[in-house]
């Protein structure tokens, strides 16, 4: 069956960098996108970008450009998300999840809550 | 920048008939936006229920169904469950973006 399994919690100063893992299992890795997903406390769900997982490439939306880099790892099934100079804004629930680049999103990880305090 | 609108709260009785809307201020949305719909409950992960305007996953219950109308995307909940008590958040694709609604409240009293 289809998984995505994200890192655990963390804590961050501001400033600092965060890297969050989201380890699938049970599909074809490479022949499908990975989608990155935030919500706040109490907000809305925020799109951040996605990248497709067989060739590598990577779009943000436009308010996270610049600011968060998304890869992946082929050998070990793995997307990953870093968010760099985190602010407190930046606190929230991270959620990876399956899909292409336009049509459908389906499978979604279990989220990686981040909190950015000094 | 798209930003998509949706009713923030709606209340439905069991057994009625419930229906969401998802606007776009870039206009009338079409199915080149692919509409997802997401269910979210409290402390629990989204759960896709339509996309691509009307497509069902494996998973989505029959009441649930998707459609365009009025140049809005319409999420419409047929002989609702207790359950269905939940946030449920619009997607839309536009210019190689995605943005999320603001989410509707649904509550089943």
């Known amino acids: 069956q289809v998984q995505l399994v994200q890192s655990g919690a963390e804590v961050k100063k501001p400033g600092a960098s965060v890297k969050v893992s989201c380890k699938a299992s049970?599909?074809?890795?490479?022949?499908?996108?990975v989608h990155w997903v935030r919500q706040a406390p109490g907000q809305r769900l925020e799109w951040m970008g996605w990248?497709?997982?067989?060739?590598?490439?990577?779009k943000y939306s436009q308010k996270c450009q610049g600011r968060v880099t998304i890869t992946r790892d082929t050998s070990a099934n793995t997307a990953y998300m870093e968010v760099s100079s985190l602010r407190s804004e930046d606190t929230a629930i991270y959620y990876c999840?399956?899909?292409?680049?336009?049509?459908?999103?389906?499978?979604w990880g279990q989220g990686t809550p981040v909190t950015v305090s000094s | 920048q798209t930003v998509v609108t949706q009713e923030p709260s709606l209340t439905v009785s069991p057994g009625g008939t419930v229906t969401l809307t998802c606007a776009a201020n870039?206009?009338?949305?079409?199915?080149?936006?692919?509409p997802n719909w997401f269910q979210q409950k409290p402390g629990q992960a989204p759960r896709a229920l339509i996309y691509?305007?009307?497509n069902k996953h494996s998973w989505t219950p029959a009441r649930f169904s998707g459609s365009l109308l009025g140049g809005k995307a319409v999420l419409t909940l047929s002989g609702v469950q207790p359950e269905d008590e939940a946030e449920y958040y619009c997607?839309?694709?536009?210019?190689?973006?995605?943005?999320f609604g603001g989410g509707t409240k649904l509550t089943v009293l």
């Open positions: 999840a399956r899909g292409d680049s336009r049509t459908y999103i389906d499978y």
């Open positions: 049970g599909y074809t890795f490479t022949s499908y996108a």
């Open positions: 990248i497709n997982a067989g060739n590598g490439n990577a």
């Open positions: 870039t206009g009338a949305v079409t199915s080149g936006y692919y």
């Open positions: 691509s305007t009307s």
């Open positions: 997607l839309l694709y536009y210019g190689g973006d995605q943005t």
